[in-house]
């Protein structure tokens, strides 16, 4: 089962892979993709 929600992961994280990162280079610590695919973590996981 790990095996298939490892590659979940990497589908959606290569989704969003090209979408364009609008914040400044100062404030990017992580990479936008990162960003995404831990919030839609948390909202499938019903983080408030």
Do not use: Q
Not at 18 to 30: A, G, K, T
Not at 31 to 39: F, G, K, P, W
Not at 41 to 48: F, H
């Amino acid at each position: 089962m790990l095996a298939s929600e490892d590659s979940n992961l990497k589908s959606i994280a290569e989704h969003f892979e090209e979408l364009p990162d609008p914040r400044s280079e100062v404030n990017r610590e992580h990479l936008l993709v990162d960003v995404i695919v831990i919030s839609i973590g948390a909202i499938l996981a019903g983080v408030d």
